[in-house]
């Protein structure tokens, strides 16, 4: 059984089935749509032609072919890992002999705002097609809280469809709390150059509210300024959806605490955004919310659950497109590390830049230079605790 209709879930689902399984297997989903990639959500899905189907990662006739038992629009509430049953919202209780925990994260909301109806945020295909109805009215403001990797590209989003946008932050810059103010100052150009309006280094305070519904026409900012607006996106970041594992026995702590393997339970494992696990390279525990490991993660669970001995040791990977900006990471860059030069300069149009922590080489970002940030892979490895 798997549980989460996610990327992880699906390519969990199917990479058990390549790899020859041939027994009962159910995908258990809460929403009722097919699996899909969610990257494209704050991106590609809010501009252009699009439909929704095209995000899903397999189409119905090859659930079916597969043998893959679909069960969507059932939302899982508890798990007894003694007695192996799940229990489901409407009551229907189901048995298994092996799980793949893969219900993955949920956006944070902002309990003060989420009641207005011009309120939005970005995680499912729902959001998506009601925010692209906002993105085809040209004489919208946009209003996105939180410069993080979603909020940003959001914002470009917005730009590029032609929208008035502000982005609020209280990071003195976009990324920062992430990638430094070393990137995050770039980023801040960026957007800048774009037209967006930058409030960083403030916090919302009160929102201002008039018209039917009680819609949100503005937001009062802790410097005592004011972002008048239309519609208002929250991109504040995302928690991994546990609290219906509270009872299950599983250590839970940022997620669902696995081993090296992927293992949080005799028989149970976990994968994708809900998943902690200990990873043998860095010699810590680590979530990673980014679509690569989604896969990556999935297929190695899959392995393991059918008698692998795999120690997963990926390297963690994550991509943003902002206007015509690559920017990738390889490794981990936190804003605490030393930033260096690896090629190019910051005035270049591409270049790399290294996160050292304690001389060693710990992340790698490019900007529009993917070929070149490749070349250090081998070095990041090296940094690697034997394993």
């Not at 591409?350 to 900007?367: A, I, K, N, P, T």
Request: net charge neutral; hydrophobic share 40%.
């Amino acid at each position: 059984m798997v549980v989460g209709a996610s990327a992880a879930g699906a390519g969990a689902a199917h990479a058990l089935r390549s790899a020859g399984y041939g027994g009962t297997l159910l995908l258990v989903g809460e929403e009722r749509d097919l699996p899909y990639d969610r990257p494209p959500l704050s991106k590609q899905a809010l501009l252009g032609p699009w439909q929704p189907q095209s995000l899903q990662l397999f189409d119905s006739a090859e659930y079916d072919r597969l043998g893959i038992d679909l069960m969507l629009g059932r939302r899982a509430v508890q798990l007894d890992i003694e007695t192996r049953a799940l229990q489901l919202e409407d009551g229907e209780r189901l048995n298994f002999d092996g799980l793949i925990i893969a219900t993955g994260s949920s956006a944070r909301s902002l309990p003060w705002l989420s009641s207005s109806p011009n309120v939005h945020s970005v995680r499912t295909i729902k959001d998506a097609i009601k925010l692209r109805r906002v993105l085809e009215s040209k004489n919208t403001r946009l209003a996105v809280i939180g410069a993080g990797f979603v909020g940003t590209e959001l914002a470009a989003t917005g730009r590029t469809a032609g929208l008035a946008v502000s982005l609020i932050d209280s990071a003195s810059s976009p990324l920062e709390a992430r990638l430094g103010s070393t990137v995050g100052g770039l980023l801040a150009h960026l957007h800048r150059a774009r037209g967006v309006d930058l409030r960083m280094g403030v916090g919302v305070e009160a929102p201002v509210r008039s018209g039917p519904g009680e819609r949100i026409e503005a937001l009062r900012l802790s410097d005592g300024s004011t972002v008048e607006c239309d519609e208002v996106v929250v991109a504040i970041g995302a928690t991994p959806n546990v609290d219906w594992l509270k009872t299950s026995g599983l250590q839970l702590g940022n997620g669902v605490q696995c081993d090296e393997r992927c293992r949080a339970f005799d028989g149970i494992y976990a994968a994708g955004d809900v998943a902690e696990w200990f990873h043998p390279g860095y010699g810590r525990r680590m979530r990673i919310e980014h679509r690569t490991n989604a896969a990556e993660q999935a297929l190695a669970v899959a392995t393991n659950m059918l008698g692998g001995n795999i120690a997963y040791a990926p390297m963690p990977f994550f991509w943003s497109d902002q206007y015509d900006v690559k920017i990738q990471v390889f490794g981990l860059a936190r804003k605490t590390d030393e930033v260096r030069m690896l090629y190019g300069t910051l005035d270049d149009p591409c270049f790399v830049v290294g996160f050292y922590e304690d001389e060693g080489l710990r992340g790698v970002l490019s900007w529009g230079a993917s070929r070149q940030a490749r070349q250090f892979i081998t070095a990041l490895r090296g940094q690697w605790k034997s394993f």
